[in-house]
């Protein structure tokens, strides 16, 4: 019979004892399970340090990420502020007849759809009040600025004058002044980072109209992207064919009367009152809209964050329980009951996870504000309105950093009320149970979750993929355990220390598996994610076509002629001197008569050639079965006819150059030039050696197309769109008009940057050129991306091995202690938290390799089943294997390991076992 009292289920009353004598005691209970965690925390700084730092570090990036969102959501008025400066009310003209506009006139309902070209000032003055005044304000006006050999268009301009007094409160000058002649320019940062270019710097004209010089950095508040600012030159033209604004001073106040009589006359109104109520609804940002697909997938990561929190967090407490195993022991002879030893043991979750949230909140918001300027500059792009929070976000995240602190301590909470009272009053620990249902529930989630995550790549559902890799990490998570139990197994073929290190591995599974299963996750979604992004970089380089040859240099200029100063011997002389080449032939276009207009040439494919379906076009299933059996479109999407050509008028010397044709292909393909024909670079036009031609011209002209039959031949070159080289006789046939436009060099290898920037400052010094290279495969690189997912992974990895391997070195002192009893020397604990760090990270490392190559697996497997399913005909994905992931992951556990030999300490205590 034992004398330790027994315990009455929670769930039962005393007899006699009424219910809200229990709640009282339920609270007493809760107020003392607190208590003893306070004192608890205070006793074990180390650990509650480490437990805070991985609840803090989430809820302040959290905390950071919703302040910052809710800074950047501006109210209408404050858009307005921005848009407005300090005129009176903004102005658009879009229509010549009435319309209906929302609120704030970013939406607008015109029945007359008649854009009117030019609008001047005097135009929209004569709409005003008497006194009024106006400014106008032209954005997206191009700019082309020469980069070496790159001309570029990427920074936009904005055309104002900005010395104007009514421009005043528009933009914000943070350096110099704003221009104040037309040869004069300003940027924001960002396009100061983009060019390259400060404070007194000169930009060259891409259209070789000049130059500019920088004379200041100036922003505008509503839009931080790229952005230079030029004054008008002259009096401003007025021409819509920008977006373009005009922002009015008015002598007295914006009325309703004004609104209506400006949207009469075609005028969209932008002021800091409402515009009179209309039919026409507010114009929504697409970004800003929330689908069910987009709100899914972040739930979802935001799950799998709290389950890796869970899991880093979970060792401690595990620990922390084993070490306070006497305390609970007493708590239990005293008359507590299994509800109340689990209340102590959560008790250290709630308590940690509020003070985490706290603290974690706090730093996040004051670092929202800190860092306020860098957000609006490099994520959000604009300028916030001020200073807030985003109290019903905080709220949440403070719950659920408090809930993962409650589920960190969940399964150790279990553990404790299950502990044998005798074990625990003398400092034992329990043999550790092994339960096969756990093994079994996992290998049942992981099945599921594959299945699942299947299913969503045949969807094309994010969230349902998510879904199904979150399942199948907890399926792992759940067979971790029995896994840990299985290596233990091996011990005894090890030597001491590694049989040591699986042993306590074994004996310690509720701090083990966790760290074991938080490097698992990593890992897996690491590899899963870098998987697919390797593939999906083949399948990309498989499907690019070049424009040129690798080795093909075009150059255009205003004066080609053979005896001017670019002609022959200049560009033969530069491509020499900085490309190595010697052949360069004349590049010839064609364009329609009388005068050189632009024309649509083309070869028109054979009628067995062309597939009856465009690529995209809505179709039913029926019609996308038929397509994939009709052997005219068993192509991909991109190789479909489309009718759309590079032309030139060669005789056969820019053939090379032009198609990248082998000798034999140049030999013959000249022969059919020579002959009045044409070559082509896509087989499928071509009918019986004959190509058929057709010329229409390039606007809104009612001219019968001309058309011609000539002799025709095809190369083998793969380039898109694809190259059509006319005769001089095909192009007479044709009624074209020629002009040699530039010159085509062939290099004796691809050129590099340095080769191509030498290359056109030699030619640009004796006249304005163009010049285009086919410097590469046209996308970016995956590697700085898998070796970020890789960084991740090595983080959590290393950061998991040194808490389990902390954890278990402070648990195992009377291991440690006994070593030195026997003899032990002081490297055998250093070989020891190698061993145990090896065993953490090694295992996870691995288990997390396969499980992300599986899912990468069977999620490109379905969907390169959907792709074969559907018309247009895709590419499917490879499977590749991310080696540069892999790379990186596989060295991880030997720095972990290394790094633990490093930082234990050598000595061995010398304990008083109590066991």
Not at 501 to 515: G, I, K, L, Q, Y
Request: hydrophobic fraction near 50%; charged fraction near 20%.
């Amino acid at each position: 019979m034992s004398l330790l009292p027994q315990s009455r289920p929670s769930h039962e009353l005393p007899p006699g004892q009424p219910r809200r004598s229990r709640l009282a005691e339920t609270f007493g209970s809760w107020r003392a399970a607190l208590r003893i965690a306070r004192r608890e925390a205070t006793r074990a700084r180390g650990r509650t340090a480490l437990v805070l730092a991985m609840i803090v570090l989430p809820v302040l990036a959290l905390s950071f990420i919703a302040v910052s969102a809710d800074m950047a959501q501006l109210d209408p008025a404050e858009k307005m502020d921005q848009r407005l400066g300090d005129a009176d009310a903004e102005l658009r003209v879009v229509s010549t007849g009435q319309l209906a506009q929302n609120a704030d006139g970013s939406g607008w309902d015109a029945p007359d759809d008649r854009i009117p070209e030019t609008v001047t000032v005097d135009d929209v003055l004569r709409l005003l009040p008497e006194g009024s005044r106006a400014l106008p304000v032209h954005r997206g006006v191009p700019m082309p600025v020469r980069d070496g050999t790159r001309i570029r268009d990427d920074v936009p301009a904005t055309e104002v004058d900005l010395t104007d007094p009514l421009a005043a409160g528009l933009v914000r000058v943070h350096e110099g002044r704003v221009p104040a002649t037309a040869d004069e320019v300003a940027l924001n940062r960002a396009a100061r980072r983009t060019l390259g270019v400060d404070v007194g710097g000169v930009l060259s004209a891409g259209d070789g109209t000049g130059s500019r010089t920088v004379v200041g950095v100036v922003e505008l508040p509503e839009s931080l992207e790229p952005m230079a600012f030029l004054r008008p030159a002259g009096e401003p033209s007025g021409s819509l064919h920008h977006d373009t604004v005009f922002l009015v001073d008015l002598p007295g106040p914006v009325t309703e009367d004004l609104f209506r009589h400006l949207n009469r006359n075609g005028v969209v109104v932008g002021a800091r009152v409402s515009a009179p109520s209309s039919p026409v609804e507010a114009v929504r940002p697409l970004g800003n809209s929330l689908g069910a697909e987009a709100i899914g997938t972040g739930m979802l990561i935001g799950g799998l964050g709290l389950l890796e929190v869970v899991l880093l967090v979970g060792p401690a407490f595990a620990v922390g329980v084993r070490r306070r195993r006497r305390e609970l022991a007493l708590v239990a002879v005293a008359g507590g009951d299994a509800a109340q030893l689990r209340r102590v043991v959560l008790a250290d979750g709630v308590l940690l996870g509020c003070l985490g949230a706290a603290v974690g909140v706090a730093l996040g918001v004051l670092s929202a504000f800190a860092a306020r300027p860098l957000v609006e500059e490099f994520v959000f792009q604009h300028r916030f309105a001020g200073y807030r929070v985003w109290p019903a976000a905080l709220g949440v995240i403070a719950l659920v950093a408090v809930l993962a602190g409650v589920l960190a301590a969940l399964a150790p909470a279990w553990t404790a009320a299950r502990q044998d009272v005798v074990a625990g009053l003398a400092g034992r620990r329990g043999a550790p149970t092994h339960r096969r249902l756990w093994l079994a529930l996992g290998v049942l989630l992981a099945a599921t979750g594959l299945v699942i995550a299947g299913i969503g790549a045949a969807m094309v559902r994010s969230s349902v993929i998510l879904a199904g890799l979150v399942l199948g990490e907890l399926g792992l998570v759940f067979a971790t355990p029995t896994l840990v139990g299985l290596l233990a197994r091996l011990g005894r073929f090890l030597p001491l220390a590694p049989r040591i290190a699986v042993r306590d591995a074994s004996r310690n599974r509720s701090s083990t598996a966790p760290a074991i299963s938080a490097v698992m996750a990593a890992v897996a979604g690491s590899v899963a994610l870098g998987a697919f992004l390797a593939s999906d970089d083949i399948r990309s380089d498989g499907r690019y076509r070049p424009l040129l040859p690798d080795r093909t240099v075009l150059v255009t200029a205003d004066d080609p002629a053979a005896d001017g100063p670019l002609g022959r011997a200049a560009v033969t002389a530069a491509a020499q001197n900085h490309l190595g080449a010697a052949t360069v032939a004349p590049l010839v276009e064609a364009g329609c008569r009388p005068v050189f207009d632009a024309c649509l040439v083309s070869a028109v494919p054979p009628p067995d050639q062309v597939c009856p379906w465009r690529p995209y076009d809505a179709m039913s299933e029926a019609e996308q079965r038929r397509a994939r059996a009709d052997q005219r479109c068993q192509r991909p999407s991109e190789d479909h006819l489309d009718g759309y050509f590079q032309v030139a008028v060669d005789d056969g010397a820019a053939l090379p150059m032009l198609t990248g044709a082998t000798p034999a292909e140049v030999a013959d393909a000249t022969a059919v030039l020579r002959a009045g024909g044409a070559v082509v670079t896509d087989p499928r036009y071509l009918a019986d050696g004959r190509l058929h031609l057709r010329v229409e011209p390039d606007d809104d002209r009612v001219v019968d197309a001309a058309t011609a039959t000539v002799p025709g031949y095809a190369t083998g070159s793969d380039l898109r769109p694809p190259w059509l080289l006319l005769s001089p006789a095909a192009a007479d046939r044709l009624g074209l008009a020629v002009r040699q436009v530039g010159w085509a060099v062939a290099a004796d290898e691809p050129p590099g940057q340095r080769q191509r920037d030498r290359f056109v400052d030699a030619l640009e010094s004796l006249g304005p050129v163009g010049a285009q290279f086919e410097v590469g495969r046209g996308f970016g690189s995956t590697e700085p991306l898998l070796l970020l997912l890789a960084g991740v992974s090595a983080l959590v990895t290393v950061g998991a091995a040194g808490i389990a391997t902390g954890l278990a070195a402070a648990e195992g002192r009377a291991d440690l202690s006994t070593l030195a009893s026997v003899g032990a020397g002081p490297g055998v604990r250093r070989l020891l938290s190698l061993c145990q760090a090896g065993v953490i990270a090694g295992l996870g490392s691995l288990l997390g390799i396969v499980a992300g190559l599986g899912s990468a697996a069977i999620i490109l497997t379905f969907t390169n089943r959907r792709l074969t399913e559907g018309w247009p005909v895709e590419s499917p994905y490879p499977l590749v294997v991310p080696w540069i992931t892999l790379g990186v992951l596989v060295v991880v556990p030997l720095v972990a390991m290394a790094g633990a030999a490093l930082l234990t300490r050598s000595r061995l205590p010398v304990e008083r076992r109590l066991d």
